[in-house]
């Protein structure tokens, strides 16, 4: 069985999104209880995550090409998750770069180190948002649960807004 380029995007693309707000927990965790390891161990899995969102963002335009055919798939859905990805990418990138100044800084100096470590936290946190909604958006493209459009009869491929409910609600 060869694995197709949609099922590359699937397997990788949860990666980043995962490390980043893995990273972000240890961060946090890390500065609360002053943990020098902890926080070294943090600093890695962002670059890690900051890596990892290469191949998730190469393989998104051959799945795109694989599924934007099949009935259901709304090309609407796929322009909102393909923004946010761009936008994604550069958040997790930045952060990871800053992660891996932070790296370096940290293990010369750690009261400077520290002041990083925080700027890496903020970073992280700023693309957990964004990756957590290219993950959202991304979902959106096939899975009804998360269009909002589940057990509602719904067979429209666009995703659900809250514009969409106050109609649904009208109707009743």
Do not use: C
Request: net charge negative.
């Amino acid at each position: 069985m060869q694995i197709s380029p949609a099922h590359w995007h699937m397997l990788v693309n949860h990666f980043p999104i995962i490390l980043i707000l893995v990273g972000s927990l240890f961060l946090t965790v890390g500065l609360i209880f002053k943990k020098d390891a902890i926080k070294s161990t943090a600093l890695l899995i962002v670059v890690l995550a900051g890596l990892t969102a290469l191949p998730a963002n190469a393989t998104g335009e051959g799945a795109e090409e694989q599924v934007e055919e099949i009935q259901g798939v709304s090309h609407d859905a796929i322009e909102i998750h393909e923004h946010a990805a761009k936008n994604g990418l550069l958040t997790i990138l930045g952060a990871g770069f800053i992660a891996l100044v932070s790296v370096f800084v940290f293990a010369k100096n750690k009261k400077t180190g520290n002041t990083f470590v925080i700027i890496t936290l903020v970073a992280a946190l700023v693309s957990s948002g964004f990756m957590s909604y290219v993950g959202l958006t991304g979902g959106e493209i096939r899975h009804s649960e998360i269009r909002g459009d589940f057990g509602r009869g719904n067979t429209s491929s666009q995703p659900a807004t809250i514009f969409d409910q106050d109609e649904e609600e009208h109707r009743e």
